[in-house]
């Protein structure tokens, strides 16, 4: 699917949750480095720590994250560019590269008041899981939620 397909329609609101996945450029599985994946964290914590969304549940995978966050005041739009951003220069840093980390766009689906947000972060830890990488996700460090 095209890039402003993707943006066709999408707004933010402030306030409500969204279940966002973003993957990397070609698939490459850079979280596999485990310096990279703890950078990816550091973003995330920070994203968190500034106020800028509430982070609720996340996981990353070796080639993709998954994030679970509520909205504050601050467009989603601009809470993605500044995390890939963020992450794509600390990351590249690490690995003494340039050039794309994350692959152009992201997926985001609102969630809906009457949906159990805590079954979607349950879907969201399980992706080790139902990825076969492990068989009990206690055995996966690259993981966190609000409600443990």
Not at 113 to 119: A, L, R, W
């Amino acid at each position: 699917m095209p890039y402003r397909q993707l943006r066709k329609g999408r707004c933010s609101e402030s306030g409500r949750a969204y279940f966002i996945t973003t993957v990397t450029c070609e698939r490459k599985a850079y979280f596999n480095n485990l310096f990279c994946a703890r950078e990816l964290v550091k973003c995330i914590r920070n994203i968190h720590d500034a106020g800028i969304a509430q982070s609720l549940c996340w996981v990353i995978m070796p080639d993709h994250f998954h994030w679970l966050i509520r909205l504050n005041q601050t467009p989603l739009s601009t809470v993605m560019n500044k995390f890939k951003g963020t992450s794509s220069r600390r990351i590249n840093l690490k690995l003494n590269r340039n050039g794309r980390l994350w692959q152009k766009s992201y997926y985001d689906r609102a969630i809906r008041d009457n949906e159990d947000i805590k079954n979607v972060a349950r879907y969201i830890v399980a992706n080790p899981l139902r990825a076969g990488l492990v068989s009990d996700i206690g055995k996966y460090s690259q993981w966190d939620a609000v409600w443990l």
